[in-house]
Every structure is written in structure tokens, then in C-alpha cells.
């Protein structure tokens, strides 16, 4: 439904574009150029009209599977990239454009190319600690045998020495016993060696001593750096062992430990030549494993690095194939099987557009049959879509977090470019902050261009999507502090000197009341003599608390005045008659005349108290005002805008809920009767039913749904106007913060003329400016006026129950997750 006379005048983002239902009927030879047409042109929302199917059950299933092979193919292609330390390129390729099935046989080719080379590389790391580990055993378990042959060689000479030199009775026996001993009974030993991890090389010792009863010996040897294990290729703590042992009995329980413990064992000679040549041959083995991994590292370096080259031109190729067959699957199959039938939102104004883009695929596809579009009509919600650009994109985001606004509702994102940076102005205003918030603004947005192409944090990401807002928002926070004519808490004569000055010495510099006017009336904002003196508080106090009023009451104001709009586009007169008069008739009524009463006051400089005003408007309506009345006639008007207010009350509960009922009785009276001939005919009976057919009146549900309405709205009245007080204590709050930072920090540390004392309170004076005016400040401003916007005004007009419009396009593929 829509207004009937002229549609009023409004910007492109006060309505949502005008939306339309078409059907697109696809020849099946042109449709995956047709889908892929309408994802570049990114203006018609596809409706899935199998959703009742799996997506194992749809049309595209196999090329859908397809596409999320070569997407897993690229995945695993960007870890292979990643462990390299490679990096893709930010922005797709501009090489010559790749088939996809040419793409999706290179990726197989790549991925099999890589695994092999890793499966190479592994094997070969592999043998390379496992040389590694073999090479440290036969250098420690060298220099262990050569130290004890050493040293059993000087005990020999020792003992020979000892046996010549002091002779007795029994040395002949002894030497001819040891001369005829078998040497087939002599005992040989046997020993195993390897490598076993550190950390467990104790319990190592201590279950080789219980398992063999003590009847071996085992020699370690620290690794004094980690090597790398060819079984986990981690970097480990290692100790080299030798265990000797006698018996295959103690051989076999040792084998099954060093299993156990995962200890690698490797063989060693006891000849001293053959340690030589093992550990000559395991060098150069080394070295040309070495040579050989440096050289398959490189080849794969360079493979990846061509890779990575071509990975987003590749991975957005895929994501577009994924996305065209996925909506392919969306759209319903002719019972010939030979053409699709799409349904789907877009603009009205996007027409010409798509029918274009459907002639230029049936062009391509050299198609018989070219597509189809057609509106059809439908009873169903269209989706709300708003054209926005970079600037007015992020104030829309702040609307549609509240809600998204039904179709052809009155958007706020219109007055919350302006509104909303300058109500954060008047709780922040410094013009001394507003340039630092600028600045750092500026910077976002003269690198907007490469910082878009970048993957920024959370908070930075956030920070730039709202660069536009912050811009608007330092420009007002300069203006309003240059009202208030702060700077960084410190007033400036900017405009000219002041106008007030001592009048007489006592006065000294304005510490103690005595001012007086000597000149004309300061041009713009607050005069600085003010600032530091006795009416300085009162003065700013009384300034900010009844602009705070003022610009509460405009923007509710403002707010009744869109739900007017609404209505009138609409057509709903009840709204109208019995919604908007009586809203504006209650609010303006009582602060609507405080807002005048104020502004009398600033014109004439009365001391009239309006707290007094006020109050005895309601408890003494009658009584005379006497000092207090600021105009001729005021109390006359007092009591007609009292009276206004309270029959605004019942003109706004009672008329909606009587004549809807009056409405609904005339709309259904005598419908218990139906025309004879109508019954013949079953469809004609069946729509007449339909066209007739009626949900139940409940007369006691729709007026207490309007009491709820009509308290919520009065109640609100108040409490919302005394919510725009909030500006006013924010105001106060930040200037007094700042002017505790500037003399309990700045110019107390200036006062004790120490260079190191002064350098001391700048950092710290930057440092809680930085931290807590210019960010924590910021956020609650920020939040305030969130608040006041979400609540005191979109409350008035505002449903946001739409949904947004979502068309299928390419430009968003980069934005999204696989």
C-alpha cells in the first residue's frame, strides 16, 4: 500500500528502492553464463525454490562437489605456501584467464607434484638424522672404547711390572694355571649402542639394572646440542649409550627396553680402523643428503612461489564457480528439462540492467532461446535496499544494528549523518581533541586505498570501516569546542578579547565576582573570561543542561514527525488522526513550552526560575507567577497547553480502538449470507471464502495494546527528555577531566622547574589524554549517542522489522569465508 497522492520528495536513503518479484525462465545451455553475468552485475537476490531438496538431491550436486575438491586442493596449497613462509598476493592476477577444468586438472597435477615432494623430502630428512644420530654414536662410543683400551692398557703393563719384579711361591702356579686355561671358557662380552632422549635416560638406566639384575654395564655420554629425531623430525635432548652385556638372554631383554623407550640403535665396530672408515662414509653420505634436501627445497620454493603468484586469482575462480553452481542449485528445473526458472528480488530500477546482462549471455552461448524476465506480483515483504556509498555506508551499519527497516519505511541513517556526530560533539566538545581525532582520521582515509587491500585486526578493521563517521565527529567535536571555547580545557581569545573586565582591583583576574561589561558581546561561543572564574560553573552548567533539553526535544520532535511520513506513505489515517496530533499535542504541550520558556529567557535575560515554572504548572495552575512570568499571556497559555496535555492522553487511547472495531463490524456485516449461484462453482467458492475470510475481533486485545501504547508513550515523554541530560553530564564530565589533567598534572609539574620532573608530567599528561580522553571519552560518547539515537529517537517512528537485500555478487566472494 502506498500513499495516493504524490509520493513526497525524499533522498535515496530516506526510502528504500522500490522492489520488484521477478521470474527469470533460463535455457539450460546459457545458465551458468547467465548466473555468472548477474554475480558481476550484483542486483538480484535469488530465491531458493528447492528448499525442500538435500543438496545431494539437487541438479548441480557433482559440480558442486567438484568445486569443493579444488577448494580443499587450494587449501592445502596455501599451508604447503605458509609453512614455507610465502606469502599470497593481496589483489587477484591480472594473467590470462584459466579454464576451470584446466584448473581443476593443474591443481590435481600441483597437489600430487607437492605430496610427492614432501614424501621425498621426509624420507630424506629422515635418513639424514638417522646418519646424524649414527655419526655422534661412533664419535662418542669411539672415544668411550679408546679411553678404556687406554687405560686397560697402562693397568696391564702395571700388573706385568708387579708380577716380575716381586716374585713368591705361588706366582709359577698361578702363571702356569693362567697358561693352561682354555680360552674357548673365557667370557665375551657383547654391547649395543644408540641414542636415548635425556629425559628419560634415568629411568632408561634404572629398568636396564632390574631387568638384568645388575649384570650389565652402561656407559652414556651427554649430546651437548638437541638433534633432530628421524621418527617425530622434532628437536630433541639426546644421550649417547653403550650397554654391555654378557648372554643372548640379557641381549634380547636389553632389545626390547631400548623398543620401549624408543631408543635408536645403531651398530658399532671395536676396531679402531673400521671406526675411521664408518664415520669417513657417514660423512660423505651426509654431505650429499644434504646437497640433495637443499636442492628439493628450492625446486619447491620456486613451484610455491609460482603458486603463490597465481593463489587468489585461483582461489577467487573457484569461489565464483562454487558460488554460480550453488545458485544454479536454487533454481527449479523444467518439466522438459530444458531451461531453469529462477525467481528472485531486485530494484526496479535495475531492470534494463539484468535484461541486458540475460541478452549478452544468450549472445555468448550462441543460444537458440534467449532468457526470459518477468514481474510477478506477490503479497510478500520485499527486502529493504538502500544505495550507499563509502561515506554514508558505515552511518546505514549503525542504523541496522538497531534493526533493518522494513520495506519503504522512513530510514534514520539519513539524519544520523548529521545528528549523531553532533550529539558526540556536544559530550565531547574540544576543539583541541576534535583535531586529534582528525588527525588520526585523516590518516585512515588518505591510505584508505591501500589499507582496504590489507587484513586488518578487529579494532583497526572496525576503526576504518568507520573512518567516515569519526571524520564527522572530530569536524563537530572542533565546532562545539570552539562554543565552548576549550582547548584541551584552556580558553583562547580566538574572536577577539573579552568582554567583560574587573571592576575594580579586588576583582584580581576575575577570581571573585565583580565582573562587568566594557565591550561589545563576544562574537561566537563562551566568553574566556568565564573559564576560572565564580559564574563559570552556573554558567556552563545552565548552558549545556538546557541546550541538552532543546536538542532532546527537536530531535523527539523530529522523530513524531517521521512517524507522520510513515503513516501518509502508508495510508494509515488512524495513524494519523489518532497517533501523531495527540503525540505532538502532548509533547509540545509541556516540553515544547519548555524549550520556549527557555529561549525567552536567553532573549531577556530574565532570573526567572523555570524549575518553579514548571512545577506550579501542574500543582497551582492557577496561581500567579509574579516574578516568574517571563511574557505577557503566559499564564492564560500555562493552563490551555495543561489542558491540551491531558485530553491528549484519551485522544490517543480511546478513538483508535472504537473505530477499529466500528471498521471491522461494517467490513463483515452480513457476510452469514451468500449468493445462491456462487455455490455452483467450487473455485468460485473457494475464493469467495478466501476474499471473505477473517481472523476473530478481539475488541479487549487491541485496546489494551493501545493503553500499553499510550503509557509507554507518556512515560516516555519524560523519561526519554530526561535521558538527553546525559549530554549535558558527559559535557561537564569530559571538560572537568581535562582540566584535571592540565593543572594537577601539566602545570604542576611545570611549577617545579626540574627539566626531568617537566619531562616526567608531559609523558603522563599525553599518556591519560591519549588513554582517557581520547579513547575511553571517545567510546562513551560514542555509546551515549548510540543510546539517544537507538531509543530516545528511533522509538518514535522506527520498527526496523525488514530484512536486508542480499543479491548474489561477485564483490562480495573476498569479504567471505570458504
Known sequence: MRWNGDRWPTMDLLRSEPMQLAQLIIPIESARRTVSYLGDLGLFQFKDLNADKSPFQRTYAAQMKRCGEMARKLRFLREQMIKAGLSTSTRPSSGTDVNVENLEAKLGELEAEIIEMNANNEQLQRTYAELSEYKLVLQKAGEFFHSTKSIAAVQQRELEAESLGEGSIDSPLLLEQEMVTDPSKQVKLGFVS????????????????????????????????????????????????????????????????????????????????????????????????????????????????????????????????????????????????????????????????????????????????????????????????????????????????????????????????????????????????????????????????????????????????????????????????????????????????????????????????????????????????????????????????????LLGVAQMNLGIVLSYFNARFFANDLNIRYQFVPQMIFLNSLFGYLSLLIIVKWCTGSQADLYHVMIYMFLSPMEDLGENQLFVGQKFLQVMLLLLALAAVPWMLFPKPLILKKQHEERHKGQQYAILHSVDDPLEMDLHSDSHGHEEFEFSEVFVHQLIHTIEFVLGAVSNTASYLRLWALSLAHSELASVFYDKVLLLAWGFNNTLVLIIGIIVFISATVGVLLVMETLSAFLHALRLHWVEFQNKFYEGDGYKFQPFSFALLSEEDE
Not at 202 to 220: D, H, P, S
Not at 251 to 265: G, S, T, W, Y
Not at 413 to 435: C, K, Q
Open 194 to 549: 644408540g641414542l636415548v632422549q635425556r629425559d628419560k635416560s634415568t629411568a632408561f638406566e634404572r629398568i636396564l639394572f632390574r631387568a638384568t639384575r645388575g649384570n650389565v654395564f652402561l656407559k652414556q655420554a651427554t649430546v651437548e646440542e638437541p638433534i633432530r629425531d628421524p621418527a617425530s623430525g622434532e628437536k630433541v635432548e639426546k644421550n649417547v649409550f653403550v650397554i654391555f652385556y654378557s648372554g643372548e638372554r640379557a641381549k634380547n631383554k636389553i632389545m626390547k627396553i631400548c623398543e620401549a623407550f624408543a631408543a635408536n640403535r645403531y651398530p658399532f665396530a671395536d676396531d679402531i680402523g673400521k671406526q675411521f672408515q664408518m664415520i669417513t662414509e657417514v660423512s660423505g653420505r651426509l654431505l650429499e643428503l644434504k646437497t640433495t634436501i637443499d636442492v628439493g627445497l628450492l625446486h619447491q620454493a620456486s613451484l610455491l612461489q609460482d603458486i603463490a603468484h597465481q593463489f587468489e586469482h585461483w582461489s577467487l575462480l573457484v569461489k565464483k564457480e562454487k558460488s554460480i553452481y550453488h545458485t544454479l542449485n536454487m533454481l527449479s528445473i523444467d518439466v522438459t528439462k530444458k531451461c531453469l526458472v529462477a525467481e528472485g528480488w531486485c530494484p526496479v530500477s535495475a531492470t534494463t540492467q539484468i535484461q541486458n546482462a540475460l541478452q549478452r549471455a544468450t549472445l555468448d552461448c550462441n543460444s537458440q532461446v534467449g532468457a526470459i524476465f518477468r514481474v510477478l506480483h506477490t503479497e510478500e515483504s520485499p527486502p529493504t535496499y538502500f544505495c550507499t556509498n563509502k561515506f554514508t555506508t558505515a552511518f546505514q551499519e549503525i542504523v541496522d544494528a538497531y534493526g533493518v527497516a522494513k520495506y519503504q519505511e522512513a530510514n534514520p541513517g539519513v539524519y544520523t549523518i548529521i545528528t549523531f556526530p553532533f550529539l558526540f560533539a556536544v559530550m565531547f566538545g574540544d576543539w583541541g581533541h576534535g583535531i586529534c581525532l582528525l588527525m588520526a582520521t585523516l590518516y585512515f582515509i588518505f591510505r584508505e586505498k591501500k589499507l582496504s587491500n590489507q587484513k586488518l585486526g578487529d579494532i583497526t578493521g572496525m576503526i576504518f570501516g568507520g573512518r567516515y563517521v569519526i571524520l564527522m565527529m572530530a569536524l563537530f567535536s572542533i565546532y562545539t569546542g570552539l562554543i565552548y571555547n576549550e582547548f584541551f580545557s584552556v580558553p583562547f581569545d580566538i574572536f577577539g578579547p573579552s568582554a567583560y573586565a574587573c571592576r575594580d582591583l579586588s576583582c584580581r583576574d576575575a577570581s571573585t565576582q565583580g565582573l562587568i561589561k566594557v565591550r561589545a558581546t563576544y562574537p561566537f561561543g563562551v566568553d574566556p573570561v568565564w573559564h576560572g572564574s565564580r559564574s563559570e560553573l552556573p554558567f556552563l552548567n545552565s548552558l549545556k543542561m538546557k541546550m541538552s533539553i
